[in-house]
Nanobody, 117 residues
Framework: HVQLVESGGGSVQAGGSLTLSCVSSLHGDNLNFMAWFRQAPGKEREGVAHIDPSGMITHYDDNDEGRFTISRDSAKRTVYLQMTKLEPEDTAMYYC???????????WGQGTQVTVS
């Protein structure tokens, strides 16, 4: 039973933008903290952005320098990651995650590939 489904990845040129989406079918998903992580080939998975259940509190890891924005639409059960000024270093598989707090994630999506050239 698929519970988190990402979409919106693709190939873009450096400087371009993409918006990733993650649709949740988790029970009580509006109570979950949500986040985006990414993993590049040969590298460890790293956090990108996090958002609380209300959508009012966000936390960004150190790798986007203000280029990324996380948001959520509870009515659509969707979390978004807007990415601008993309760089080749942003190339990775991007994963959506859900969990009980900002630092603990229980559910993971299958990922969506972002390639920046």
């Amino acid at each position: 039973h698929v519970q988190l489904v990402e979409s919106g990845g693709g190939s873009v040129q450096a400087g371009g933008s993409l918006t990733l989406s993650c649709v949740s079918s988790l029970h009580g998903d509006n109570l979950n903290f949500m986040a985006w992580f990414r993993q590049a080939p040969g590298k460890e998975r790293e956090g990108v952005a996090h958002i609380d259940p209300s959508g009012m509190i966000t936390h960004y890891d150190d790798n986007d320098e203000g280029r990324f924005t996380i948001s959520r639409d509870s009515a659509k059960r969707t979390v978004y990651l807007q990415m601008t000024k993309l760089e080749p270093e942003d190339t990775a598989m991007y994963y959506c995650a859900a969990g009980p707090n900002l630092f603990e994630y229980t559910y993971w999506g299958q990922g969506t590939q972002v390639t920046v050239s």
